[in-house]
């Protein structure tokens, strides 16, 4: 039984300390000890500088998508996730497109401050509308170096909402965050606002925090894909004219119904996620975001729409909130983010923004088109085979011909594998 005591005072604990009484504990074999004892690319040293209680880290598969022209700029697009078929994926989207045109918004944030406890909303409201100027001058002041950059407070807008327990005040915070995230510079402001709005209102300020739905902060991209290509990618067994009309028939039942919707969208974070994790971004603030904005008319709805043009092609396009940047955070701290942005070459947040909402595109396409011809078990059991013949057991020597007969025999599953490797160990 865990001894609770162990872990008191863990997070004063160095590393080592820390890994010797989990493997007390938990009663670690020595290959399970030394899993949490490998250092990797991420030294422990700085692990331990980004979060608490730090015991070893965490790798993920590193890989790069290929044939990405945005814009008319070549680009290799670094990725880090585990699910297989997804770079394989974006990469033979993008190889078969014509190519991605791209535009982005300014880099502008929301902060929320909350008021309770006031009176008359609707007088509060007039209040601070009265003082919109003053508090905005107050705003640049508390950071000048974004100001430097051109970048601050643009806009302060107020709404009255309403709960059971009465009204409340919304203040929004309008910010300029040039190439950061903004959330730092987000929540600074608003605290320091904070006491001023108290004042004005006689009211109470509780929360006081960055919104991660950034309506003003959206990214677009648009690619077509020809019939032609999409008929040479079935080799044959479909027209150009059947996979197009396959896939706005998949985009259809998306349109229709919130179960595959959130599917569909799920697909697009595939990619998003896998190149925001190698570049160090949050990647769950552009998860909730993606997902509040696509609900955001009142409908779950895809982020993607497709439809065909004159000439009976395939074009697809993508609009969705970003919130990322390539200043602060893990970006300048972790070595394998820093050589992700190296490989990118990207110099502003609005290019990383183009580059990642064109991933979107790229990876809602590809299974589209995969679920919609041959369907999704095809390809992705192909990559994921390997994997199911090393649960069963395969060794080093074993997995490729294990994962090829299952292939050929269309069973891919560890009951297969099993079997397999049995026939092949006799």
Do not use: C
Request: net charge negative; charged share 25%; no cysteine.
């Amino acid at each position: 039984m865990m001894d609770k005591e162990s872990f008191a005072g863990f997070y004063k604990k160095e590393i080592k300390d820390r890994q010797e009484i989990l493997a007390k504990e938990f009663s670690l074999s020595e290959s399970e000890k030394r899993l949490l004892e490998k250092e990797g690319p991420l030294d422990f040293e700085i692990a331990n500088r980004m979060i608490e209680n730090v015991v070893g880290t965490f790798p993920l598969p590193y890989g790069v998508a290929t044939n990405f022209v945005i814009d008319g700029k070549d680009y290799v697009i670094p990725m880090a996730l585990e699910e297989p078929s997804v770079v394989a994926a974006a990469s033979n989207a993008a190889k078969l497109s014509s190519g991605f045109e791209t535009a982005a918004d300014e880099p502008i944030m929301i902060g929320q401050i909350q008021v309770v406890d006031i009176e008359d909303a609707e007088h509060a409201k007039n209040i601070i509308e009265h003082h919109k100027t003053e508090l905005l001058e107050f705003a640049t002041t508390v950071d000048p170096v974004l100001v430097k950059f051109g970048g601050g407070p643009k806009d302060l807008q107020v709404n009255i909402l309403e709960d059971e327990k009465g009204k409340m005040l919304e203040v929004q915070l309008l910010v300029d965050v040039r190439d950061a995230m903004g959330a730092n510079a987000i929540n600074t402001m608003t605290e320091k606002l904070a006491p001023k709005i108290e004042e004005l209102t006689k009211g109470k300020v509780i929360l006081k925090i960055i919104s991660n739905l950034a309506i003003y902060r959206r990214a677009q991209a648009k690619a077509i894909w020809t019939k032609e290509a999409l008929g040479k990618s079935t080799k044959g067994k479909f027209t150009g004219e059947e996979v197009v009309e396959a896939i706005l028939n998949a985009y259809r039942f998306a349109v229709a119904t919130q179960f595959r919707a959130t599917t569909h969208n799920k697909g697009i974070m595939n990619g998003i996620d896998a190149v925001m994790i190698a570049t160090g971004q949050d990647f769950r603030a552009i998860e909730a975001g993606a997902h509040s904005f696509a609900a955001y008319n009142g409908k779950y709805s895809p982020l993607t729409k497709y439809s065909k043009d004159k000439d009976g092609n395939l074009v697809g396009e993508i609009d969705m909130p970003l919130v990322l940047g390539i200043v602060g955070g893990a970006i300048k701290v972790h070595p394998l983010a820093q050589l992700s942005m190296k490989i990118l070459e990207v110099k502003t947040a609005e290019e990383l923004a183009r580059i990642i909402v064109s991933v979107g595109l790229a990876q809602n396409f590809a299974a589209l088109r995969v679920l919609s011809t041959e369907g999704l078990q095809k390809g992705h059991m192909k990559l994921h085979a390997k994997n199911i013949a090393v649960q069963a057991g395969a060794t080093k020597e074993e997995i490729n011909v294990v994962a090829a007969k299952m292939i050929e025999a269309k069973e891919v599953s560890q009951g297969s594998a099993e079997e397999i490797i049995k026939e092949i160990r006799k």
